[in-house]
């Protein structure tokens, strides 16, 4: 099985990073692959933006999830996001290893799911360009 656990804690030193990395292990014992996107490791930007189309489908007025919709289509998402859609969907499982925060998740990890589930690939309902 392909497994991408997507980490988001800023300490390596976290009681968060010893689950990710006993998950890890563990996994990897029982025969499966695992991959792993440490954001914070990553620098990865969390903040959805027309910067993360290589073209836009309309340059007048930023509609986040019609453009993911034409990016997806025109194969127009930027490199960050096209890698960690390609982990997601090369993936049987999907781990999201984070401490809570106000009952929430980081919102590292929060943008990271803005950014990459996006809509015609992961969603999308009937509304088109």
Not at 2 to 29: C, G, R
Not at 43 to 59: I, K, Q, W, Y
Not at 87 to 97: N, P, T
């Amino acid at each position: 099985m392909n497994i991408l656990i997507v980490h988001a804690h800023p300490e390596p030193q976290s009681f968060t990073d010893a689950l990710k990395n006993t998950a890890i292990e563990e996994l990897q014992k029982q025969g499966h692959q695992v991959e792993v996107s440490d954001l914070y490791a990553m620098n990865f930007n969390p903040v959805a933006s027309a910067a993360d189309f290589t073209e836009r489908g309309n340059p007048d007025y930023l509609n986040y999830a019609l453009e993911q919709r034409h990016a997806s289509k025109q194969q127009a998402l930027v490199s960050d996001i096209q890698a960690e859609v390609e982990k997601v969907q090369k993936a049987d499982l999907l781990i999201l290893s984070f401490p809570m925060y106000w009952m929430s998740m980081p919102a590292l990890l929060k943008g990271w799911i803005d950014r990459v589930f996006v809509s015609g690939i992961f969603y999308g309902g009937k509304r088109f360009l």
